[in-house]
């Protein structure tokens, strides 16, 4: 072998030796078929684990960012109107017979008016008459109930994801204006 190192022929001829044990017999050394079946199989096993891992991780992210974001929606909605309720006098409050409207009057403004909207399930804000802002959106109730200056508000919002995502919100209003 002309033109190589010492050690490069030595490399040449451990190679080209045949294997003196094993499943098969080949004239080279390297992998057997087995060899190669058996790595195949735990990478694949690796990365099995590890895309199971990345997706429960992912579905943990989105399920927490729904419920994040339906309960920053609704806490806004109940301090809206939580703070505008608080201004009026329980003599100035109107809560309609299903309990999911309420109209009063407050030092400022009169005839303002919350309820719940049961085709687009949403909390509106209406005031003056005709014109409306929602509140709140993925709203499944909303209930006020008024005894004596103490008003009490009930939410229930849900958010139908995989898993359905479902909040309760009850805040009493102690009303100022007596």
Not at 8 to 24: C, D, H, Q, Y
Not at 107 to 135: M, S, V
Request: charged share 20%.
């Amino acid at each position: 072998m002309k033109g190589f190192t010492p050690f490069e022929i030595t490399i040449i001829r451990t190679n080209l030796r045949p294997a003196k044990a094993g499943l098969f017999r080949t004239g080279f050394r390297g992998f057997s078929l087995l060899e190669v079946l058996v790595s195949t199989a735990i990478l694949g096993f690796l990365i099995a684990g590890i895309y199971g891992v990345l997706n429960i991780g992912n579905m943990t992210y989105n399920t927490d960012l729904g419920l994040l974001d339906l309960q920053q929606n609704a806490r806004q909605a109940m301090h809206w109107m939580v703070r505008e309720l608080r201004e009026s006098a329980s003599s100035e409050i109107v809560i309609s017979e299903d309990s999911s409207q309420i109209t009063f009057n407050t030092p400022n403004e009169g005839g303002i008016q919350y309820y719940y909207d049961t085709q687009e399930n949403q909390i509106i804000r209406e005031y003056p008459a005709g014109t409306t802002r929602i509140l709140a959106n993925n709203i499944e109730s909303l209930n006020f109930s008024l005894n004596g200056s103490l008003l009490e508000i009930q939410v229930r919002a849900r958010k139908t994801q995989r898993p359905d995502l479902t909040l309760f919100f009850k805040e009493q209003v102690r009303l100022r204006n007596e």
